[in-house]
Every structure is written in C-alpha cells, then in structure tokens.
C-alpha cells in the first residue's frame, strides 16, 4: 500500500471530510428553507443573520478592525435572541383582476415545471406584510388590538380623505428563493412606508415587540420554494427567471388600501383560505364585510364591542 506524500491525505480522510461537508451543506439548506417559509418571508437573509459574501478574514486581523465590525453589527440590528414574530399586520388583497393576474402567472410557472405546484400561495392568502411582531398571551393579544385601533385616525390624517391606491405591476424575488408581484414606485409607496414606519412605533410604544432589522419593502408574493423543500433535493434551488418571463412587465391591476387586520401566523386559516384575524380597522370608510377568524357568522367583532365609545371605534361588521 503506498503511503501519502507529505502533507497528503489518505482516501478514509478523503471521504470524512466529503461526508462532512456534505452534511455542512443539507444543513444550511435547510436552515435557510426555514426562515424564509413564513408569511412575511422575503426576509434578506444574509443581512439580516449577518450572512456575507466576504471571504472569511484570517485570524491576523487586528484586534481594532474586529471591535468597529463589531459594533456595526450592534448597531445594525440589536440582540433579539427569543424574537420570534408569530403575528403580523396584513393589507389583504381582494381585486379580482389583481388575484386572476397571479393565478394565470401561477399556472404558466406550473405549465413549465409542475414540481412548483406545491410552492404557489394559495388563493385567499394574498396580501401585503405591514409590521411583524410577538405576540405571546391573551393579554399581548389585546395591546396588539389596541395598538391596530390607535392607528386608524394616523392613516385617515394621514391620507386627507383621499384613497390609497396600490398600482401591481412586474415581478421581482429575493435571492431567487421567494416570488413576489413588485409595487409600482410612487408616493403610494411612500405613504404606505409612513403608515408601516407609524404602526412599528405604536406597537413598540406598548411594549409589543415588533419589526425588522431590514428595511420595509412592499411586495405581494405568489411563490416561495421553502413551501416544497424536498424540490433543493432534486436540484431545483432557485427561481428560474425563464418560468415567469412573460409576466415580467404585466400590469396586474390596483388594491384601494380599505382594510388593515391584525393576523396570526400560527393559528388556522380561515375556510376561505385567508389567516386568522384578530382585529380589523376600516379605513376609508366603504360598507365591506370583515370576518374574524375567531368568531363566525354575522356579529360584532369582540375588539369592536370592547372599544365602543372609544375616539379608536371603526365602524365595521364581519359576515
């Protein structure tokens, strides 16, 4: 048998150190699959958990560089270790031109490869992500309420009377791993930044902990490959471009912002397919149906008959 030369490695280490990066690499997979399988999953993951494509540096850096990358790191997102959001702030997303649009998109990338049919979000789920947050207990719950009903007389200041109209059009992704329709560019946009920026502080003012590192970028996704995980296994990682090719400059259509519901990421959908609500607020005041997820049937939602005769009441019903 011959030995190795200096310095060699013989063919048993050869297959440990494979074996280990292997399992380093289904690991990560993994790992990445999870955090981006959420509701509000378009989180840039390497900003946010500090991934980078910077080679690593050596150990002769010195000890001044490591302390400023430090607390830039610090300042950039502060240590939120049990941070894990479980609700959020949803604008749901009810034009029929706009939901027939993502259908049709939908079945074209189905029609190429139908392996992705598992990662399309389904009909009833489409919206915008407003604010993310923790919400623990009953008790946070309510905050959580009180905070979404403190926000309406912000928006209606906020908007003059005048109606909130979100323009679709284009597709974008993030890291290839999650497909969204892109919100045109506009003061809509900018307005619709004012009221995130306003519903992140009023939530933390009542010790709700809320928001995200990254910045806030409006987008209504129809695809998300951790949705189908096992597809990394059969060598489909990323969002082919080609399969939406055709769509990457159709107008899907306009959202008038009416409503704003407090959802839970955790509990059952609702029968026609949309999350949980806790709470709803009305905002420009058109005679639409709202159903809470915890009651049914034509009443009052219990939030409502809480805060009647408050400045915060918003006058809606649900189904």
């Not at 479980?86 to 189905?110: C, D, H, M, R």
């Not at 489409?126 to 207990?137: E, S």
């Not at 080609?242 to 899907?252: C, G, Q, S, T």
């Amino acid at each position: 048998m011959e030995r190795p030369g200096a310095g060699g490695i013989n063919s048993n280490e050869c297959e440990n150190v494979s074996r280990k990066k292997k399992i380093s690499e289904e690991f990560e997979a993994n790992t990445m699959d999870f955090l981006v399988d959420m509701p509000f999953a378009t989180v840039d993951i390497q900003d946010d958990y500090g991934i980078t494509d910077e080679p690593q540096i050596n150990s002769e850096r010195s000890k001044e560089k490591e302390r400023i990358k430090s607390d830039r790191v610090k300042k950039r997102k502060p240590k939120r270790k049990d941070y894990q959001p479980n609700y959020f702030l949803s604008i749901p997303i009810t034009n029929k031109e706009i939901i027939k649009g993502i259908k049709s998109l939908q079945n074209a990338v189905i029609q190429q490869d139908k392996r992705l049919a598992q990662t399309m979000v389904r009909d009833g789920s489409f919206h915008i992500t407003l604010l993310v947050m923790q919400l623990l207990n009953e008790d946070e719950v309510n905050l959580g309420i009180d905070a979404l009903l403190e926000l309406k007389p912000f928006i209606e200041e906020l908007l003059q009377g005048k109606r909130l109209t979100l323009r679709f059009q284009g597709i974008g992704t993030f890291k290839n791993q999650v497909g969204f329709v892109k919100l045109v560019e506009g003061d809509h946009v900018n307005s619709l930044s004012e009221i995130a920026e306003t519903a992140n502080r009023t939530f933390q003012e009542k010790g709700i902990r809320a928001g995200e590192s990254r910045s806030f970028k409006p987008h209504l996704t129809f695809m998300k490959l951790s949705k189908a995980p096992w597809l990394r296994k059969n060598g489909v990682k990323k969002i082919d471009p080609d399969l939406y090719e055709k769509f990457v400059n159709h107008r899907f259509g306009e959202e008038i912002l009416y409503r704003i519901d407090l959802c839970s990421m955790e509990k059952k959908k609702q029968s026609n397919g949309y999350y949980y609500c806790e709470s709803s607020i009305v905002i420009d005041g058109r005679e639409r149906s709202i159903q809470d997820g915890r009651l049914g049937g034509t009443r009052e939602c219990s939030s409502e008959r809480k805060h009647r005769g408050q400045e915060t009441y918003w006058n809606s019903r649900i189904n």
